[in-house]
């Protein structure tokens, strides 16, 4: 268990979870409780989060309770079982495999359990109100809304899926440590390694679709999103109004795995938005790297090269603007996770073998 940042709880009570008087929230309530009562600074409940660690959806929940100098504590969730999520008190436990998310909150002083990262950004704004990470403004509230919507489902979703597929091409054996923890750090053969992460990685294609990523268009969608995003943030600070909000940490969070891309890191367009990132890390105290990307650098500097060149859209290709004129209003967010089960497990070595003759990436220098 890791232990967060010391609480420096403000006078506001626990409210009683965001309820049916703001419903522009759309909060997802995973269980019912009567209420919350007053906190207190000398209160000793902290907010439990439930995490993948490398997860850029969890960093965003992480970086949200800092800014709000909440007390937590963090357990890391076995990816495979999900245990963790299945061992949460009765009264509170999500009660359908369906409904176990990771990202998840459990705060202890309401009894909440909450899941998705907005939605648990929206609960600790409506629980520990300042500092604000939501406008009080009603138009740049909504708008931060909007924002919120569409990094989820578009920004968050193609960086996770390419960083992936670059993990499984080029360090497979990190995905090891990551997910089987238990064969880290020399505990296992190197044939169960290598095993492993075959599986892993060719369970991660089919869950991802990492073989489709050429027809789904997924690097030339993602290179239009960060063009607008670029674009927005050109003349102005920050995304929505003149102070830092729950927008501008999303997108901040969720950019971190496009810098183990080298299409994106590497693209002359996109710089200012990677300074613009880097600047607001600095500044609220995030990691600079982490592991997948100190692993990536390690290993790509040994080599001399990355799988950097994608071959069906070489660099004189590369947009300089983004075709999209704003981001669209959506309903609720999405998700691209593909079912799996014990056949994938099976076929994941083959599935694995077939994304390296097929990616479609090609060496090029490193750095």
Known sequence: MMVGRPADFQAAARCSYLNATTPELN???LTSFTGARPRSKLQSEMITLYQFHWSHFVEKVRWALDFKRCAWSAVDVDP???KQLRELPSATA???GQQLFVPMIHDEASGAVVAESS????YLEAACPTPALFPAEESERREVERWLLWLDSTVGLATRRLAYTQIVLERPGYLVDLFIPQLADGKGSKLARRAASMTISGVLAQRFRFLHNRTDRV????????LLAERRLRSRRFLVGSS???ADLTLAALLRPVTVVPFFSDHP???SLFAWRRALLEEHHRDIEVGYEKALHEIRTQRGWSL????????????DESDLTDIPALQATTNDQQPVGRSTALLGPLRFLRLKLTSGLRRMPYP
């Open 80 to 82: 495979f079982t999900k």
């Open 119 to 122: 939605a648990i950004l929206r």
């Open 244 to 246: 830092f909000t729950a």
């Open 27 to 29: 909060c997802r309530r």
């Open 308 to 319: 950097g060149a994608v071959s069906w859209l070489p660099s004189s290709q590369r947009s």
């Open 269 to 271: 367009r996109l710089q």
């Open 219 to 226: 690097f030339e969608q993602l290179e239009q999103y960060l």
């Open 94 to 96: 999500p009660v359908s």
